[in-house]
């Protein structure tokens, strides 16, 4: 199970941190990954980190912006975000990747474990 935290309202220019919270699986094998969804809109790719944590890629709209980390002693990943933007408002789910030879994933179809999902709204 993924458990997603730390969403909430955020005037732009705010920051947040969002957490992901796994259990019931090795997960620390796996390349976690970082999604969003707005309303009226496809899922977005947000940012992946390998098992490790020594990889790590983002999506363009949040490249310098946001940092992806994980601690695997804790089973948890975290999403820090910084310089928030109002197009930033969306779900944001944490998920973890289906096969441990994907060093890092930025498709959903790479991944097969979502949480539910925390709401993160920027206001302008």
């Known amino acids: 199970q993924l458990q997603a935290s730390g969403g909430g309202l955020v005037q732009a220019g705010g920051s947040l941190r969002l957490s992901c919270a796994a259990s019931?699986?090795?997960?620390?094998?796996?390349?976690m990954g970082w999604f969003r969804q707005a309303p009226g809109k496809e899922r977005e790719f947000v940012a992946t980190?390998?098992?490790?944590?020594?990889?790590?890629y983002y999506g363009d709209s949040v490249k310098g912006r946001f940092t992806i980390s994980r601690d695997n002693a804790k089973n948890t990943v975290y999403l820090q975000m910084n310089s928030l933007k109002p197009e930033d408002t969306a779900v944001y789910y944490c998920a973890c990747a289906s096969r441990t030879s994907y060093t890092i994933a930025t498709m959903t179809e790479q991944y097969n474990y979502w949480g539910q999902g925390t709401l993160v709204t920027v206001s302008s």
């Open positions: 980190i390998s098992w490790r944590g020594g990889q790590t």
């Open positions: 019931g699986r090795p997960f620390s094998m796996y390349a």
